[in-house]
T-cell receptor, first 114, second 113 residues
Framework: AQSVSQHNHHVILSEAASLELGCNYS??????LFWYVQYPGQHLQLLLK??????LVKGIKGFEAEFIKSKFSFNLRKPSVQWSDTAEYFC????????????FGAGTILRVKS | EPEVTQTPSHQVTQMGQEVILRCVPI?????FYWYRQILGQKVEFLVS????????KSEIFDDQFSVERPDGSNFTLKIRSTKLEDSAMYFC???????????FGNGTRLTVT
């Protein structure tokens, strides 16, 4: 079955610290990969996506993610977090051979202390 | 930027009652989805809808659930007889074409008492 794992459920960082959130997915052929962010009280917003090409993708607000095919991973990174990055972050995978739906990870709650 | 809109933002209902959750997808989008997130759990896929029919549904989407696009703009999720375990945040999403990201609405928090 298709599954997505996010390694940390809660992360607490101080401002200016570097961030890396892990995401691994089960093998399933061709995939599209996404990171979504949900700020308190708001809807899921797309941070970045990978469909093909350069495995290092840059998204909004200084976030980037690297697709490592051999590790089935798509980790999210930001060199220096801000208080406003406090949110929940979701990794999601579309398995192209298994329809159009997204399979989500459990989410990582990030709290940035000012 | 166009948005997916959902109403109401919060609905409280009694067990056994029918509820209809409403969504207005982005106007030129062709694929429509419902997801739900039970408090503290993963965002789970419920159903996808394309060309006026269900294209895929999960095990969660049993006979108690139905979807409809009655007028070309609204996309509704109906739960016929709600159960306590239906309490969750329900997200509507849409996309224009297959290889594009989903756009999500703000969600409807359903509380079944």
């Amino acid at each position: 079955a298709q599954s997505v794992s996010q390694h940390n459920h809660h992360v607490i960082l101080s401002e200016a610290a570097s961030l890396e959130l892990g995401c691994n997915y089960s093998y399933g052929g061709t995939v599209n990969l996404f990171w979504y962010v949900q700020y308190p009280g708001q809807h899921l917003q797309l941070l970045l996506k990978y469909f093909s090409g350069d495995p290092l993708v840059k998204g909004i607000k200084g976030f980037e993610a690297e697709f490592i095919k051999s590790k089935f991973s798509f980790n999210l990174r930001k060199p220096s977090v801000q208080w406003s990055d406090t949110a929940e972050y979701f990794c999601a995978v579309r398995y192209m051979e298994y329809g159009n739906k997204l399979v989500f990870g459990a989410g990582t709650i990030l709290r940035v202390k000012s | 930027e166009p948005e997916v809109t959902q109403t109401p933002s919060h609905q409280v209902t009694q067990m056994g009652q029918e509820v209809i959750l409403r969504c207005v997808p982005i106007s030129n989008h062709l694929y429509f989805y419902w997801y739900r997130q039970i408090l503290g759990q993963k965002v789970e896929f419920l159903v996808s809808f394309y060309n006026n029919e269900i294209s895929e549904k999960s095990e969660i989407f049993d006979d108690q659930f139905s979807v409809e696009r009655p007028d070309g703009s609204n996309f509704t999720l109906k739960i016929r007889s709600t159960k306590l375990e239906d309490s969750a945040m329900y997200f509507c999403a849409s996309l224009r074409e297959i290889n594009s990201p989903l756009h999500f609405g703000n969600g409807t928090r359903l509380t079944v008492t």
